[in-house]
């Protein structure tokens, strides 16, 4: 089974910054749009950042200018550098993985990570 599996998750305070890591399968990294989501309670899944295997990158909103989403071909990993959090970024973040660029941008892609929770409080 494919494991999309994601990594970095924590508690800090407002204006502090964290980075999320999220590795998959060399099949999947190399060939797929990666993307960050995240999830607040009593709210959908909403996608953060994507980025294809081409280098594009896409930002929501709420997050440009403080969100960062790259990857490393050699280690398989796409990052999720969040500076500047406020507590309205408090979310469960995963990782999908989609072949297509319209799957991951719509939060429907086709391989999952476990989640890992981002907590922003003073």
């Known amino acids: 089974q494919v494991q999309v599996v994601e990594s970095g998750g924590g508690l800090v305070h407002p204006g502090g910054s964290l980075r999320l890591s999220c590795q998959a399968p060399?099949?999947?990294?190399?060939?797929?749009?990666m993307g960050w989501y995240r999830q607040a309670p009593g709210k959908q899944r909403e996608l953060v950042a994507a980025?294809?295997?081409?280098?594009?990158?896409h930002y929501t909103d709420s997050v440009k200018g403080r969100f960062t989403i790259s990857g490393d071909d050699a280690k398989n990993t796409v990052y999720l550098q969040m500076n500047n959090l406020k507590p309205d970024d408090t979310a469960t973040y995963y990782c999908?993985?989609?072949?297509?660029?319209?799957?991951?941008?719509?939060?429907?892609?086709?391989?999952w990570g476990q989640g890992t929770q981002v907590t922003i409080s003073s």
């Open positions: 980025m294809t295997h081409l280098g594009s990158t």
């Open positions: 999908g993985a989609g072949t297509y660029y319209d799957t991951v941008i719509t939060a429907t892609p086709s391989h």
């Open positions: 060399r099949s999947i990294f190399s060939s797929n749009t």
